[in-house]
């Protein structure tokens, strides 16, 4: 792999100081070029560096010049995540379609802490990687899916891998885990969970306890025949399941109450643990638990009539969640602007009404800022909404925001289509 440093070419660059925040939007340009790269994701290293995986390989900005790690094989230059583990290496997973819409390609390697690129031959390069993790003890998981179609789809072995630090391990091939694909890997406090996509019409979750691999198969541990997602709060691990079940598993192993939601959809949806109250969004509705009564609600604002069409209900709903100052919420939706969540039912907003929210951030200060897809960034604070101005574009902060940030103690970083927008916390 070929490693390619350039020096950040900083255009239209600047800050601005608004209700005592500092926002500076930094154009991605590097040397003379001024392309707009596709950004797929961003991340902060243990130093405070920032690394972004994009259609041309992986970018690193250390506040002082961009370096692009652009691989010489075409199937490795499209990059859609990187993560960094507690040694600072850097894992870059990489997607592409060299030969059409129909054959995929991933590949996987790593920029080491000293910035040195290592890859695995033989072993996963061609397979297309849908989650890594690491777990308690130092170990990288790997989870796998096919690759490609026909003879293509030979390139890659399938399975689930665990790197060790020294050596790459098949754990499918070798027999200790009995699934060869996996679409994702959950890591609650002390175990692990491998959600299996269907593979010969059967769909499983694994369960990992660092001591054995324990599969939980179709209708014999819970309801539903494939689990969607998983999320741990106070000791209590919560799991949404396919066709819309949602339950929960206590310390001990116990299964708690099974909420039904309806109507089923089997979007995977997401949780949010805001100020330890547990929401769940999904398929454009939100459903908030009520820890008194141990159940779910769908918030009457959001409510489909029994029978009703569920695609008909939900392409301009509810898309993410964020907490203000007064203990309530603010809805970001699709096509709606905001709405407001407050005592257990939704109301209107006159906020941004027409927009389509994509980021959502509750401020140290109780200000709110917005994100949206093509009408800039807004901050409101104490009941005032206002554009985020930037001189050198004149008006409103340029640019579709995309939901893809990165966060530490000092700074967020959110990529929108005119560059990456810095914002001091």
Not at 86 to 115: A, M, R, V
Request: hydrophobic fraction near 35%; glycine fraction near 8%.
């Amino acid at each position: 792999m070929k490693k390619i440093n350039f020096l950040l070419c900083i255009i239209l660059f600047s800050s601005i100081d608004f209700f005592g925040q500092k926002y500076q939007i930094i154009p991605v340009a590097i040397g003379h070029n001024t392309t707009r790269y596709v950004i797929h994701d961003i991340t902060i290293d243990n130093l405070g560096n920032i690394w972004a995986g994009t259609d041309v390989g992986v970018i690193e900005y250390n506040n002082e010049k961009w370096k692009l790690y652009a691989p010489a094989k075409r199937s490795a230059k499209n990059i859609k995540r990187i993560f960094i583990d507690s040694k600072n290496q850097k894992w870059c997973i990489s997607f592409d379609k060299p030969f059409g819409n129909y054959i995929y390609i991933g590949g996987l390697f790593i920029i080491d802490s000293n910035n040195q690129v290592k890859t695995f031959p033989g072993t996963i390069e061609a397979s297309i990687i849908n989650d890594i993790i690491e777990d308690n003890e130092g170990n990288i998981w790997i989870a796998t899916g096919a690759a490609g179609v026909g003879g293509i789809g030979n390139m890659a072995p399938g399975g689930v891998f665990m790197y060790d630090g020294i050596i790459m391990k098949n754990y499918s091939k070798m027999g200790i885990i009995p699934v060869k694909f996996v679409d994702n890997i959950i890591k609650t406090e002390n175990d692990m969970w491998f959600m299996q996509q269907q593979d010969a019409g059967r769909y499983t979750t694994i369960k990992y306890d660092y001591n054995e691999f324990i599969e939980l198969s179709k209708n014999e541990y819970w309801p539903g025949n494939y689990i969607y997602n998983i999320t741990e709060v106070n000791d209590i691990i919560w799991f949404f399941s396919n066709p819309s079940f949602l339950f929960n598993i206590d310390s001990k192993g116990q299964i708690g109450d099974i909420i039904e939601v309806k109507p089923r959809c089997s979007w995977r949806g997401v949780f949010y643990n805001l100020n330890d109250k547990l929401f769940f969004i999904q398929g454009g509705r939100l459903l908030a638990y009520d820890s008194k009564n141990n159940t779910w609600v769908q918030p009457e604002y959001n409510t489909y009539k029994p029978g009703a069409s569920w695609k008909s209900k939900t392409k301009k709903w509810i898309r993410n969640i964020a907490i203000d100052s007064e203990e309530s919420y603010w809805l970001g939706t699709h096509g709606r602007g905001l709405l407001r969540y407050k005592n257990g039912a939704i109301t209107k907003s006159d906020l941004l009404k027409g927009n389509s929210i994509t980021f959502l951030h509750h401020n140290d200060d109780g200000s709110l800022l917005i994100g949206t897809y093509d009408n800039g960034f807004w901050l409101y604070s104490n009941n005032e909404l206002s554009p985020l101005e930037h001189d050198s574009f004149g008006k409103k902060m340029p640019g579709a925001c995309s939901t893809v940030k990165a966060e530490n103690d000092e700074f967020i970083w959110i990529t929108t289509s005119n560059g990456i927008l810095k914002i001091m916390k």
